[in-house]
């Protein structure tokens, strides 16, 4: 079992270096919020079927889904700008580093890997 600092490690770790794979996503908004109401709503079916829920019981925990899908999307949204802060400090810090030849260099280097990963924001 990991530990809480070997834990808050990776969760950064992937945090940092993962967030690219969520730039990459293609699909459209309203399709991701869309499909996301279906899952909802799947969940509350089968937790309905598998604790035989009330009409009252689904409302709540509907509602509570909804809320906890809300807020999950704000913490990976707060971490995607966070990872990009440390993106850009750590480019900032390398700068500091290298030659104005190897500076001019890098900087071609993470034009062609921005464009190539994240989208047009």
């Known amino acids: 079992?990991?530990?809480?600092r070997a834990w808050f490690l990776s969760l950064t770790f992937s945090l940092v270096f993962g967030t690219n794979y969520l730039y990459?996503?293609?699909e459209s908004v309203p399709a991701q919020a869309t499909e996301k109401v279906g899952k909802i709503q799947s969940?509350?079916?089968e937790l309905t079927k598998e604790l035989n829920l009330t009409v009252e019981q689904q409302a709540k925990v509907k509602q509570i889904l909804d809320k906890g899908s809300q807020d999950l999307r704000?913490?990976?949204q707060n971490a995607r700008n966070k990872a990009k802060e440390?993106?850009?400090k750590a480019h900032d810090e390398i700068m500091a580093v290298l030659t104005a030849e190897q500076q001019a260099k890098?900087?071609?280097t993470r034009k062609k890997n921005e464009t190539?990963?994240?989208p047009n924001q």
């Not at 079992?1 to 809480?4: D, G, K, Q």
């Open 1 to 4: 079992m990991f530990s809480r």
């Open 24 to 26: 990459a996503q293609t």
């Open 43 to 45: 969940r509350v079916n």
């Open 74 to 76: 704000v913490l990976m």
């Open 86 to 88: 440390l993106r850009v």
């Open 106 to 108: 890098f900087k071609v």
């Open 116 to 118: 190539n990963t994240l």
